[in-house]
């Protein structure tokens, strides 16, 4: 049996693949958080691998706060990025894999179609930034999947979805962005894709390089907002505004819809629609 290791498993995603693992049960699920993994560390991570004989990471850890990031680049930096390359090397030496887990906030959303893996970088943020470092520090890994997403929200944790939920039951009003446009992501969604990577392991077919993930469909801030309010029969009034009349510390892609044919490609995948997941997820909440 496979042992396999989560970090950062007490995040949203994290607790997603907590979830969801009993469904496979042909894997050994190891469930870290910097506690037990404090991934910065890099003796730690070494030890770790050796003494559980892991055969493949999924780093779902990460330095998530946008906006804090940008007074506070040095500390995400070493989460985003030199703790994924301590992960990189570890995985290496004990010829482990590792699914990593990136964000289309690497892109700088000048773009009018959707990006694919091969359109150039170029963060608006300084949280974009260390996650495309985190990025280049798996470049000379060809034993590495890294999956950008977009919009990421789940039952737990601090996301948009939750937000909305939360503020609308307090407020009668709420000012949304209509000019960022993208995809939200549900956390369930991505962790059963991170599940097929690992059954096709099983069989030979790990194909490492980048890939684009999040659920079908695009729409902005401001029409995600209207769909949870509507979901939740709440009578809040959604009101559309501009970025520029709600500034916020770190610069966001106006446009960073993924384009997801690489994904669908490789593993065969028929994702669903945000509206689909949201409702789905919105369902168990209630
Ligand atoms: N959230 C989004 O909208 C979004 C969008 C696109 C991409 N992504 C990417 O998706 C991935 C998962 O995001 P998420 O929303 O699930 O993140 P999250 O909820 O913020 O969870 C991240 C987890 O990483 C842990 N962590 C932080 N530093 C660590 C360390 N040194 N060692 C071990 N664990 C550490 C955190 O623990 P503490 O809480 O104890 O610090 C937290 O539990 C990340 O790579 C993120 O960049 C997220």
New binding site residues.
Partial sequence: MKNIVV????????NAFRRLSPEYPQFNFFF???DT????NKEAVRSYLQANSIHLII??????AVDKAETDEVAAC???CE?VRNLSEAAAENHCKLI??????VFDGTNCRPYTETDPACPVSAYGRT?LSGEAALQDNAEAVII???????ET????VRTMLRLGRERDELRVVFDQTGTP?Y?GDLAKVVFAILLSAETGNFKSGIYHYSNEGVCSWYDFALKIMNLANLPCQILPVETKDYPTSAARPPYSVLNKTKIKDAYHLTIPHWEESLKAMMSRLS
């Fill in positions: 970090t950062g498993a007490n995040g949203q995603l994290g870290t958080d910097a993994l404090d991934i910065i780093n779902a850890a990460a330095y998530t070493r989460i985003n703790a990593h887990i990136s964000t289309d906030y996650k950008r997403t977009s919009w990421l929200y789940s944790g601090n996301n948009f992501t956390a």
